[in-house]
C-alpha cells in the first residue's frame, strides 16, 4: 500500500476513534495480505504530522500511542466554546500525583512522611478511578502496604510519552553540609 | 470585623496585630488548613517570607515565628490539626537543645534533629516545586483536546443471536462429563446454596463483559456443585439478570449481565 492510501486512513482511524492509537494497534486495522510494516505507518503519520503545521490541529505521540490534538496555543479561544471552566486539582491532589509519579513505586505512609500530613483517602481513590495510578505490588512491611505506579492514562493526560519527560526536580543539597548555627536569645 | 483582643507576647511586646502578610480571620483554623497543606508548608512560607535558603535558616527564629502562629490560634480548635502541633514540638525541641550547652562528642550518636528536619523541607519543596510544575503542563481536556470526528454508523463485526436451548444443555452436558473423569477424588461435602451461587456468579460478571459458561463450574466441586450452579445460571436467565450468548454456531457460550 502506497503512503498516499495509508495517509487518509490513518488519519480516518485516529479520528474515529478520538483517543491515542498505537501503531501496533493501527496495524491490526489491515487485514493480513496489506498489512503495512510498522515503518510504513510511522513513515505515513510523520507525513501526516508535518501536513498539520498550518493547522489548528498537530500529531503527538503520548504514552498510549498516536493521536491527533489540538494545538495548545489556540486554548485562549477554545475555552470559550464551554461555559464551565474546567476544575483544576487541588495542591494535595497534585503534590500526591507528584510523589507518586516521582518516586514511584511508593506507599501511602512514605507519601505521608514526604508531605507531613496524612493522605486524603478519597485523593487515592480519585486517582484510582481515573486510572492514573495502579497498585504494582506490596512492600514487604507490617500490613503490606500497596506500592503505588503512575499509568500510561496519567501520561496521556499530561501531554507526555514518557516518565523520563517529567519536568525535571530541583535538586537537593545535602542537609549533613549545614554550618552549625548560634543562637542569640 | 470583630474586635479581638490577643493577650500574646512576642520578645517582651504585647502583640496586638495579626501579621500583616497572612491575614488571619476569627475562624482561623480553616484558613490554616485550606492555605497550608501542613506544616512543612507553613513553614516552607515562613522561611520563603524571609526570602532565605532553606539551608541558612535560623531555626531557632523560624521555630519562633511559627510557634507565635500556633500561639494565635490557641484558643480555636486546634485538636484538628495535630500535624501542627507536632511540628511545634519538635521545632520547641530543637531551640531547646540549642539552647543549651553540648557535651562534647558524648558519643557522636545524637540525632541531629535540625538537619534532619531541614532535608524534610527540602524533600518537601522539591515535590511542591513538582506538583506545581505537573500543573503547568497541558492537561488534556483542559489546555489542549484531543480531536475526535463522528464516523457513519457501521454494523458491528459481533452479531449476539438467541441461543437454543439445546446448546446450553450441551454445555452443561459437556461439564458433567468433565466432572466424571474427575470422581475419584474424595470431596469433602459442601453446603452449597443456589442463592449464594447467583450472587457469586453476578460478582463475576461485574468486573468483565463476559464470561465464558464452563468457567463458571469448578469439576472439583463434584457433580452437586456443578448442578447449582447451573441451577443458579438458569435462574440468573429467568429473572432477566444475565444473558446467555453464542457468537456462532459451534462457538463457545458466554454469560454476560443483561
Known amino acids: ?53 498550518t493547522r489548528g490541529i498537530e500529531l503527538k505521540e503520548l504514552a498510549s500511542g498516536f493521536c491527533f490534538q489540538t494545538k495548545e496555543y489556540l486554548n485562549p479561544w477554545l475555552k470559550n466554546i464551554w461555559q464551565e471552566k474546567p476544575q483544576r486539582y487541588s495542591r494535595a491532589f497534585l503534590e500526591t500525583l507528584a510523589l507518586i509519579a516521582y518516586r514511584q513505586p511508593i506507599t501511602r505512609g512514605e507519601i505521608e512522611a514526604i508531605r507531613g500530613v496524612a493522605v486524603n483517602a478519597n485523593i487515592i481513590k480519585t486517582l484510582m478511578e481515573k486510572e492514573w495510578i495502579r497498585t504494582v505490588g506490596y512492600r514487604d512491611l507490617p500490613g503490606k502496604p500497596a506500592l503505588f505506579a503512575t499509568t500510561r492514562q496519567f501520561l496521556d493526560y499530561f501531554n507526555l510519552k514518557s516518565l523520563e519527560d517529567l519536568p525535571s526536580l530541583l535538586p537537593l543539597t545535602n542537609a549533613q553540609a549545614i554550618p552549625e548555627e548560634g543562637f542569640v536569645v | ?155 458491528l463485526n459481533k452479531i449476539e443471536s438467541e441461543i437454543d436451548v439445546s446448546v446450553l444443555l450441551n454445555a452443561f452436558k459437556a461439564v458433567l462429563e468433565r466432572a466424571e473423569l474427575n470422581t475419584s477424588h474424595v470431596i469433602a461435602r459442601e453446603v452449597l446454596s443456589v442463592r449464594e451461587r447467583m450472587s457469586h456468579i453476578l460478582d463475576l460478571l461485574r468486573g468483565d463483559n463476559k464470561i465464558c459458561f464452563s468457567a463458571f463450574f469448578k469439576v472439583s466441586e463434584g457433580r452437586m456443585g456443578l448442578v447449582v450452579t447451573f441451577i443458579a445460571i438458569l435462574e440468573l436467565v429467568k429473572q432477566s439478570l444475565i444473558e446467555l450468548i453464542q457468537e456462532d454456531l459451534l462457538t463457545v457460550l458466554q454469560v454476560k449481565l443483561v
Open chain 2, 1 to 155: 470585623m470583630n474586635e479581638l483582643v490577643i493577650n500574646a507576647k512576642v520578645q517582651g511586646e504585647p502583640f496586638t496585630k495579626w501579621p500583616k502578610d497572612l491575614y488571619i480571620p476569627p475562624d482561623a483554623l480553616e484558613v490554616l488548613l485550606d492555605t497550608f497543606e501542613g506544616p512543612l508548608d507553613l513553614l516552607l512560607y515562613l522561611i520563603k517570607q524571609q526570602n532565605l535558603d532553606i539551608l541558612n535558616i535560623s531555626i531557632a527564629s523560624v521555630a519562633q515565628q511559627y510557634l507565635e502562629y500556633i500561639q494565635l490560634m490557641k484558643e480555636l480548635r486546634f485538636e484538628l490539626a495535630a500535624e501542627y502541633l507536632l511540628m511545634a514540638a519538635m521545632l520547641a525541641e530543637i531551640k531547646s537543645r540549642l539552647l543549651l550547652p553540648r557535651p562534647i562528642e558524648a558519643d557522636g550518636e545524637e540525632i541531629d534533629l535540625r538537619s534532619e528536619l531541614i532535608s524534610k523541607l527540602q524533600a518537601y519543596e522539591q515535590i511542591k516545586k513538582a506538583a506545581q510544575d505537573l500543573d503547568k503542563l497541558p492537561q488534556q481536556g483542559i489546555d489542549v483536546f484531543w480531536a475526535i470526528a463522528e464516523c457513519h454508523a457501521f454494523e
Open chain 1, 1 to 53: 500500500m502506497s503512503l498516499e492510501q495509508l495517509k487518509p486512513i490513518l488519519e480516518a482511524a485516529l479520528f474515529a476513534v478520538g483517543h491515542p492509537l498505537s501503531v501496533e494497534r493501527m496495524q491490526t486495522l489491515f487485514p493480513g495480505d496489506e498489512k503495512p510494516s510498522i515503518d510504513e505507518i510511522k513513515g505515513a503519520l510523520k507525513a501526516l504530522g508535518d501536513d498539520c503545521q
